[in-house]
């Protein structure tokens, strides 16, 4: 349980991070911004029309007696409002990091360099071409597994209870799993993890990613919040990723110190 606690402070250190690079900070938020324009859109038009998809899909419910119908078609609508949130959630930070591929990378490399005894950062030594493919293509099949993982739970919601009390708090740990896999990725595939390697050293260390990215995806439910959150998100999933490989973090603690840094873990 202890792990909980570390990738919570992972993800604190992260944000605290960016506040003291306040340049690095102001830039992270364009990819965010464009990002959640298009999110926004696209869950405003499915609150106003997710009735009607719902009432096309299920044509055998017109016949049915007052007030079942509306009840069991308000119920679907809600469920699929809310399988779209779990989806919006994961994906997001996909499409963020997507889009603000070169930035992300950038902010990486410099918390690599902060916190490394020796000062240095891994690089994949690849063209930025080869780093967007690969990234795009690992993003998809993430999004192919949370969307695996979005279409069993819409199932499990209508069991009796369990749909309203378990599933809810499962979707929670899956989506913090996956955005953690999103955002450590950046810091992964610099160092050649490839995706098969990244999964395993999760899976290994999952109350670790639980407590860093399931917060991280309950405040995304916030609006606006997780384009703020995006950058310290980044600069955090790079500790626990030096983490999740066993490397030496020295994090600055106090510029006032003689050498300005201590070893913190």
Same mark, same amino acid.
């Given at each position: 349980?202890?792990?909980?606690?570390?990738?919570?402070?992972?993800?604190?250190?992260?944000?605290?991070?960016?506040?003291?690079?306040?340049?690095?900070?102001?830039?992270?938020?364009?990819?965010?911004?464009?990002?959640?324009?298009?999110?926004?859109?696209?869950?405003?038009?499915?609150?106003?029309?997710?009735?009607?998809?719902?009432?096309?899909?299920?044509?055998?419910?017109?016949?049915?007696?007052?007030?079942?119908?509306?009840?069991?078609?308000? %119920? /679907? !609508?809600?469920? $699929?409002? +809310?399988? #779209? @949130?779990?989806?919006?959630? &994961?994906?997001?930070?996909?499409?963020?990091? =997507?889009?603000?591929?070169?930035?992300?990378?950038?902010?990486?490399?410099?918390?690599?360099?902060?916190?490394?005894?020796?000062?240095?950062?891994?690089?994949?030594?690849?063209?930025?071409?080869?780093?967007?493919?690969?990234?795009?293509?690992?993003?998809?099949?993430?999004?192919?597994?949370?969307?695996?993982?979005?279409?069993?739970?819409?199932?499990?919601?209508?069991?009796?209870?369990?749909?309203?009390?378990?599933?809810?708090?499962?979707?929670?740990?899956?989506?913090?799993? %996956? /955005? !953690?896999?999103? $955002?450590? +990725?950046? #810091? @992964?595939?610099?160092?050649? &993890?490839?995706?098969?390697?990244?999964?395993? =050293?999760?899976?290994?260390?999952?109350?670790?990613?639980?407590?860093?990215?399931?917060?991280?995806?309950?405040?995304?439910?916030?609006?606006?919040?997780?384009?703020?959150?995006?950058?310290?998100?980044?600069?955090?999933?790079?500790?626990?990723?030096?983490?999740?490989?066993?490397?030496?973090?020295?994090?600055?603690?106090?510029?006032?110190?003689?050498?300005?840094?201590?070893?913190?873990?």
């Amino acid at each position: 349980m202890r792990d909980l606690g570390v990738g919570f402070g992972y993800l604190l250190k992260g944000q605290r991070w960016v506040a003291r690079n306040g340049r690095q900070y102001g830039f992270g938020l364009l990819p965010g911004l464009i990002t959640l324009v298009l999110y926004a859109a696209a869950l405003v038009a499915l609150a106003m029309w997710g009735d009607d998809l719902v009432a096309w899909a299920t044509p055998f419910a017109d016949d049915w007696d007052s007030p079942w119908a509306g009840l069991f078609r308000g %119920f /679907l !609508t809600a469920v $699929l409002f +809310a399988l #779209a @949130l779990l989806l919006a959630v &994961v994906t997001f930070t996909a499409v963020t990091l =997507l889009v603000g591929q070169p930035f992300y990378e950038s902010l990486s490399e410099r918390v690599d360099r902060d916190v490394s005894p020796d000062g240095s950062a891994p690089e994949s030594g690849l063209p930025l071409w080869r780093e967007l493919w690969i990234s795009a293509r690992d993003s998809l099949r993430i999004v192919v597994r949370a969307a695996l993982w979005g279409i069993l739970l819409f199932g499990l919601g209508f069991v009796p209870f369990v749909g309203q009390t378990v599933v809810p708090v499962i979707g929670f740990l899956v989506t913090g799993f %996956f /955005l !953690t896999e999103e $955002l450590a +990725a950046v #810091a @992964l595939q610099r160092r050649g &993890v490839e995706l098969r390697e990244r999964l395993t =050293l999760l899976r290994a260390r999952k109350t670790l990613v639980w407590g860093f990215g399931t917060p991280l995806g309950l405040s995304f439910l916030v609006p606006f919040v997780a384009v703020f959150l995006m950058p310290g998100a980044v600069a955090g999933a790079t500790l626990l990723a030096r983490d999740l490989l066993g490397e030496d973090i020295d994090e600055d603690e106090d510029d006032d110190t003689p050498d300005g840094k201590q070893v913190a873990y």
